[in-house]
């Protein structure tokens, strides 16, 4: 059923999402320069996570106040508000965080993030957006993805895979490819590991392989770890039977201890050695290309 313009046009004013931040130019979310979008809010939990301050909602419980030293938070009316003309950018609020959020998100809606997005038009080909989990805001990406390709934008998810992405068909008609990270292809390990099952990941791995929406396929490595052996071995088999007909990278993401928390402050980075000894591994599978990181 096709909606009034009227309600159509209240829906999509009042459409918004939390935007944790947006990064103006990048070259490392995608092809050519991209302005990258940050939601925040994620369904998997993972112990390396180099960004965990966007895996929760902030729950205003106001801890973060005094610690910061710029007196850009407060509270009002039960709700911690960040003032972002006062921050100095230190991270205190969200480093100190005991529930893996921060209060520096704001609520945004398309029209003020395509705005933002419009200020580099003449010095970027297209937009990215990641989290946190991007997928998690399915009908703010339909209408954000629209009006950039409307604008002449190319369009890419960096999505975790554990929501049926690639058989959303109004989505998918909007996102020009998905650069899908894989961590484990062992279900116990990625249970442990992410707190959340890989089942819905690879099926999406190769669901939209089919479709020709496979962009990029990402795999954090851990120090000499028989499973991120077996996860890369795993990826170039499971996908080698489509990437005939389709272009897809494979980056193998050294893992550093930066931004982590927990007992990943105290993991090992894996050696050169080891991340050539991986790419060897794939080479031959039919990647277009195997990117160390």
Known sequence: MTLPISTAAHKMATLKAPVNHIIDSSFIDGPGNRTVIFFQGCNFNCKYCHNPETINLCIHCGQCIAGCPA??????????VWDDRKCVDCGACYKNC???ATPRVKESTVEAVMAHVMGNRPFIRGITVSGGECSLQRDFLVELFSQAKAAGLSTLMDSNGG???????????V???VMLDIKETNLQVHLE??????????KNAVELAKRKKLTEIRTVVLADNPYSRQTVIDTGELLAPYLKD????YRLIKFRPIGVRGEAERWPMPSQEQMEALKALVASKGFARVIIT
Do not use: Q
């Open 98 to 100: 005991a529930y893996s």
């Open 246 to 249: 389709t272009e897809v990278i």
């Open 175 to 177: 996102t020009d490819g």
């Open 193 to 202: 590991l992410a707190g959340h099952s890989n089942e819905m990941v690879l």
């Open 71 to 80: 007196g850009a938070l407060e509270m009002i009316r039960g709700k911690v």
């Open 163 to 173: 929501l049926p992405i690639a058989w959303d068909d109004e989505l998918m008609a």
